[in-house]
């Protein structure tokens, strides 16, 4: 069974900074992918960046970038320019490539704090 | 579309009392997936359906547990004989049947079950 480890279960940033936040992931699969996702709190979960396990390419959205090294499935997240609204819970998920049984597999969380 | 929903948001029972959520997934969407997640942790994969099929069910789900998607539009989740140990926010999600980066998840806003 695939298993996704936040090992920081807080952080915190100045506005403006950049912040990194960790996730490692166990599987023997080949082909997945992971994810971040933003849960605001009291608001409903979003997604905010997706790997492909197969691109060795970083993925990007904006300000938020990730480092994938699939070797030592390890899946950071990178929020650049730290704003006030980035404050929240932060989740790293895997999904397998399987067209059946692609549920998530979520990691226990890191709360983002973001001081003005 | 105005995303998946979910009713009621927040639900208060005795324990002992049965509940039902609702969740009504984005109208093209034919997955649907139900999850719980307890305070500060992530959300636990219950069961998913596939169209009117459920094809997924976690170990978390027992006996008391029950969902269905009765005609492949919205579904519910009831539990029977409520115990303090079930009280969670319940989420529901919805994707497309997609392998691939298609079958990304979107979710709904959660149920919160408080169980005195």
């Known amino acids: 069974a695939q298993t996704v480890t936040q090992s920081q279960p807080e952080m915190s940033v100045q506005e403006a900074e950049t912040v990194t936040l960790s996730c490692t992931y166990d599987t023997s699969e080949s082909d997945y992918y992971l994810f971040w996702y933003k849960q605001p709190p009291s608001r409903q979960m979003i997604l905010v960046i997706r790997q492909e396990a197969y691109k060795q390419q970083n993925a990007t959205e904006n300000r938020f970038s990730v480092n994938f090294q699939k070797a030592a499935k390890s899946f950071s997240l990178k929020i650049s320019d730290s704003q006030l609204g980035d404050a929240a819970m932060y989740f790293c998920?895997?999904?397998?490539?399987?067209?059946?049984?692609?549920?998530?597999?979520f990691g226990a969380g890191t709360i983002l704090r973001v001081k003005s | 579309d105005t995303g998946v929903s979910q009713d009621p948001r927040h639900k208060i029972t005795k324990r002992g009392q049965n509940v039902t959520f609702r969740c009504d997934p984005i109208?093209?969407?034919?997955?649907l997936y139900w999850y719980r997640q307890t305070l500060g942790q992530g959300p636990e994969f219950l069961t998913y359906?596939?169209?009117?099929?459920?094809?997924?069910k976690s170990r978390l789900l027992s006996d008391r547990f029950s969902a269905e998607r009765p005609k492949g539009s919205f579904s519910t989740l009831e539990i029977q004989r409520t115990e303090q140990g079930d009280s969670a926010m319940y989420l529901c999600?919805?994707?497309?049947?997609?392998?691939?980066?298609?079958?990304?998840?979107?979710f709904g806003p959660g149920t919160r079950l408080t169980v005195t």
């Open positions: 109208s093209e969407h034919n997955r």
């Open positions: 999600a919805s994707s497309l049947g997609l392998a691939g980066a298609r079958g990304e998840q979107y």
């Open positions: 998920a895997y999904r397998s490539d399987m067209e059946y049984g692609n549920k998530l597999v």
């Open positions: 359906f596939q169209n009117e099929a459920q094809l997924e």
